[in-house]
């Protein structure tokens, strides 16, 4: 099987706020993480930016995931990325400016993805953004990027989802059931 190179990062929160994160870079070095770039600026956070090679997405993701785990076991994923992107962030991915990204992001929004959130400071997922330049724009894209951001969408996705309150949420799918909001 043929193997990719992934370019992810994975944000984690140590359960003990008042740790200096340092303590834990060469024993994640030993565990498998020498190819990834550790960020300890803040007490009780570390992030790990990795160029792993593997044959999927999910396999380096997973494998990351366990490793920063046999090291630090209650430590608690808050994020991976590349996931959620604002226009910047997309410009810079897709290759444009970000003042051309956001006239074609105008021009086409009747078809352009919905934000997850829209404001001052908007966010889609990657994965919908990608989709939609290969589908409606004919832009060729690495699969090993669509492959990365489908990971770590439904990853980061499986995190919130842990929050939901089932009761609350089955009154609201019968509401939505018959207003048809989405």
């Known amino acids: 099987m043929s193997r990719n190179e992934y370019d992810f990062t994975l ?20 565990a498998g993480c020498d190819d990834a770039i550790i960020g300890i600026g803040e007490k009780g956070k570390i992030a790990l930016q990795f160029n792993r090679e ?19 076991p209650d430590a608690k994923l808050i994020e991976a990325t590349p996931d959620l992107v604002g226009l910047t962030e997309i410009a810079e991915i897709i290759g444009f400016s970000r ?4 006239q074609l992001v105008i021009r086409h929004a009747q078809s352009f993805p ?39 969408m439904q990853l980061n996705l499986m995190r ?22 989405f």
């Open 99 to 102: 003042q051309n990204m956001r």
């Open 54 to 72: 593997a044959a999927s997405a999910l396999e380096a993701v997973t494998s990351a995931i366990n490793e920063v785990l046999s090291v630090i």
């Open 114 to 152: 919905e934000p997850v959130y829209s404001g001052s400071l908007s966010l889609w997922h990657l994965l919908t953004v990608l989709n939609w330049f290969e589908e409606k724009q004919g832009k060729s894209i690495a699969t090993s990027l669509k492959e990365i951001a489908e990971t770590n």
């Open 11 to 30: 944000k984690f929160l140590l359960n003990d706020n008042q740790v200096d994160p340092s303590i834990y870079v060469e024993s994640l070095g030993e």
């Open 160 to 181: 919130e989802a842990k929050k939901i309150n089932k009761s609350l949420t089955s009154n609201l799918l019968n509401l939505l059931a018959v207003k048809q909001v």
